[in-house]
């Protein structure tokens, strides 16, 4: 390699040893002050690095001023003294120097090093043909480029990228251009760097966020969009939950079963033993009216499901077909199967278009149809054991089933991969989170199971201390980011869980037998419905002055 300098016309490379003599720092003894101080009543922080991020945190806000004058009064400068040297080198485009500090750094894993190398054999390159040095550019690329191990793709495209500036005739860029892709260069060099030599950008938004993020996950009843202010610790009170009946709806004349409400959080949908489901309206002030009576099926009504834009309603008669309804006249536009077709559960899909239905009946398995009632697939056959529950995710992307009392099959829809989560306990519900990340499911052992979608838990994070035996009980997400679970109980109370915590975080009574099912105000946070034996549903709220409204 002696010749390397007259080989190439621009620079020598080197591939191992110690960076250049003027890389070595001399400190002075404010800097071995600062380096070794600490601050904070724990003596957590080392005071050049705080004093070294706010420097950068004043450059990013624009403060250049005050930037400048704490760096002099600090004498601690945001860039270390690597980073200027290889400023300096880059953008006067000393080459040789410039491998020489990246060689020199020890912290870089061979991966690093070669792709920050490339960068300025790619500048290197580009400006000897800029300069019509074609002889050295292709130097450049067959004895430093191509060695590198940063991929043999990356080195092809920078020779084709150099085949077409010439063929282009596009080789000469003039000197502004050459000092903005220098600048470009070093941008994407600094990206590569760790610190300390390079500090990460953002860095004390990033730690203050972080902090904020602690809080808001130890504050057990978050629960708020609400903005939080850096001038004190962040806590929420219970108040910020529904803790309190604010309302309750007895329009239903038998045992409710189910209620749940509409994705935009405007109206609520019940059904009961009385053969009959209710569209209620949500008021602007949080009073629930009648809206709609839907009354045609012939057996009680076990659910409701709500399509994703709000415009139509699933009913779901107990051994009986299903009907669907248009939620702004309360009419019935279709009935789907026949009187042999005895639906468990049923799900949309989120184009509103598709619907998702699952039968007791082992033989019948699980549909698909459109709103016309057109079958767009079926998964049946001798196989397939009956159907206890349904759901897709949000994303469309996973049909989850409950299968044989203790199954839960995860399906992809459009891989077809499949993955079985087994229970020990018999499953009497299921519900997903609205990012389609969870999944609760309610057993008969009296506790409620949440696993992951994605199947990457190897155990469930377990809630307990509601009552369930004999009946099915359904949960819910809910809240601010889905932090929370609430569920009925055979014990008429209303149970809910920080999703932190196996244990409730409030109990709530009010109604005089089991509590079926409950749902959570997608948009109203503070907003949960409960159905009940009972024959009502309670509408809570936050803890507030007792002003109870009969409806």
Not at 168 to 179: A, P, R, Y
Not at 265 to 278: H, K, M, N, Q, W
Not at 395 to 404: A, H, P, R, T, V
Not at 500 to 506: I, V
Request: aromatic residues 6%.
């Amino acid at each position: 390699m002696a010749n390397g300098r007259e080989e190439l016309g621009i620079l020598k490379y080197e591939t191992g040893g110690s960076s250049p003599k003027h890389h070595k720092n001399q400190r002075d003894p404010t800097s071995m002050e600062n380096a070794t101080a600490m601050l904070g009543p724990k003596r957590l922080i080392k005071k050049h690095e705080f004093v070294r991020i706010i420097i950068q945190c004043l450059h990013s806000l624009g403060y250049k001023n005050s930037a400048s004058c704490l760096e002099s009064e600090s004498g601690i400068s945001h860039k270390s003294p690597e980073s200027k040297l290889l400023e300096m080198q880059v953008l006067n485009a000393n080459w040789e120097d410039s491998i020489g500090i990246l060689n020199g750094i020890e912290d870089l894993t061979d991966e690093t090093r070669a792709s920050a190398l490339f960068l300025v054999l790619q500048q290197c390159l580009l400006e000897c043909l800029s300069r019509g040095d074609d002889s050295s550019a292709l130097a450049i690329l067959r004895k430093r480029v191509s060695p590198l191990k940063v991929g043999r793709e990356k080195v092809h495209n920078l020779a084709a990228g150099m085949l077409s500036l010439k063929e282009m005739g596009m080789g000469k860029i003039d000197d502004s251009s050459i000092c903005e892709l220098r600048r470009k260069s070093l941008v994407e060099l600094e990206k590569l760097l760790p610190p300390p030599i390079i500090l990460p950008e953002g860095r004390l938004e990033h730690l203050v966020e972080t902090a904020i993020t602690a809080q808001m996950d130890s504050c057990i009843y978050h629960n708020s969009f609400r903005e939080i202010s850096l001038y004190e610790d962040h806590y929420c009170g219970r108040d910020q939950i529904p803790t309190q009946t604010v309302q309750i709806l007895t329009e239903h004349k038998h045992e409710v079963w189910f209620v749940q409400f509409s994705h935009n959080g405007e109206y609520l949908a019940s059904s009961s033993r009385d053969c009959a489901a209710i569209i209620w309206k949500v008021l602007e002030n949080g009073v629930l009216i009648l809206r709609h009576m839907l009354q045609s099926h012939q057996n009680p009504v076990s659910f409701v499901a709500w399509s994703p834009d709000d415009t139509m309603l699933l009913t779901c008669g107990n051994g009986e077909v299903l009907k669907l309804w248009d939620v702004e006249t309360g009419t019935c536009k279709h009935t789907f199967g026949d009187h042999g077709f005895i639906v468990s559960s049923c799900a949309w899909f989120p184009d509103s278009k598709r619907i998702v239905c699952g039968s007791s009946d082992p033989e019948k398995g699980i549909y698909m149809w459109d709103c016309d009632g057109n079958e767009i697939k079926a998964w049946k056959g001798m196989r397939m054991p009956k159907v206890l529950d349904l759901a897709v995710t949000p994303d469309g992307e996973n049909l989850i089933s409950i299968f044989s009392e203790k199954e839960i099959r995860i399906l992809n829809v459009g891989t077809n991969a499949e993955h079985v989560i087994s229970e020990d306990y018999s499953i009497t519900s299921l519900s997903v989170s609205r990012d389609s990340k969870f999944l609760i499911v309610n057993l008969n052992s009296e506790e409620i199971h949440m696993w992951d979608v994605a199947g990457k838990w190897e155990k469930p994070l377990k809630y307990t201390g509601h009552k369930q035996n004999k009946y099915v009980i359904r949960s819910c997400f809910g809240g601010f980011h889905c932090t929370f679970i609430a569920s009925g109980s055979e014990n008429s109370l209303v149970y809910i869980w920080n999703r932190g915590n196996s244990t409730p975080l409030e109990v709530l009574s009010g109604h005089l037998m089991t509590v079926n099912c409950v749902s959570w105000n997608p948009r109203r946070h503070q907003m949960l419905a409960s159905a009940s034996d009972d024959h009502t549903i309670r509408i809570w709220g936050p803890s507030q002055p007792r002003n109870i409204t009969t409806t």
